[in-house]
């Protein structure tokens, strides 16, 4: 078997997914269209059926993004009740741009963490060390 720590790069998470790219190689693309995963990299073949980064991207976008956009939009209507047009003309296009705009990038970032930190199901007796990690390997505790 081939071991990563020694035949790739060690590439942080945030870089390569913010970009977009594979967290392996750093080359490839991550991303087929706007949201959806690609089968794997075209530059280094490292398949992306590790990653499921599930509903991790919605909740940091909804907490992050969407709720101080509707914060703003009731204060504003609170405190200055404007026309209809100029709530559609504020409050729609910051709720998209905070809404949509972060998806990719975060989505990006989880997935490339999940293959950096080994993410799987939980085993409770095996020595972990991320990949590219140049420190100890950590071994679980003994009862």
């Given at each position: 078997m081939v071991d990563p720590a020694?035949?790739?790069?060690?590439?942080?998470?945030v870089q390569t997914g913010i970009r977009g790219r594979c967290p392996r190689c750093g080359e490839g693309r991550l991303?087929?269209?706007l949201l959806k995963l690609r089968s794997g990299c075209d530059q280094c073949g490292l398949s992306y059926?590790?990653?499921?980064?599930?509903?991790g991207p919605a909740f940091f976008v909804i907490c992050f993004g969407c709720v101080p956009a509707v914060t703003f939009a009731l204060m504003l209507e609170i405190w200055f009740s404007p026309a209809l047009w100029v709530?559609?003309?504020?409050?729609?296009p910051l709720l998209l741009i905070t809404c949509i705009a972060p998806l990719r990038?975060?989505?990006g970032w989880l997935v490339c963490s999940q293959y950096f930190f080994k993410a799987g199901e939980g085993r409770i007796s095996r020595p972990w060390r991320p990949y590219g990690a140049n420190?100890?390997?950590?071994?679980?505790?003994?009862?």
């Open positions: 020694t035949d790739w790069p060690r590439l942080e998470p991303f087929d269209g059926d590790f990653a499921d980064p599930a509903d709530q559609l003309c504020t409050s729609v990038p975060l989505k420190g100890p390997i950590v071994h679980p505790r003994q009862p």
